[in-house]
């Protein structure tokens, strides 16, 4: 979970560049990035949801007695 939420907020940094770059800058490569790292970031977060959902499906573990 931590780790997708890691890359998420490399990949939105990534694409906080290239959106901004691309605002100052004309060039074609830096819309395509923006466009593959928005996605990036969406994919991300729905990773790390997915790990958070899944944490709170489970059940706890019992604790094991010994028999006296």
Known sequence: CAVHAAAGVLVGAC???NITASCFRR???LKINAIVYSMAVAWELKQTLHHLSATQ??????EI???A
């Open 65 to 67: 007695t010994e028999a």
């Open 15 to 17: 694409a906080l560049y």
């Open 57 to 62: 499906r489970c059940e706890p573990v019992l």
């Open 27 to 29: 060039d074609t490569h």
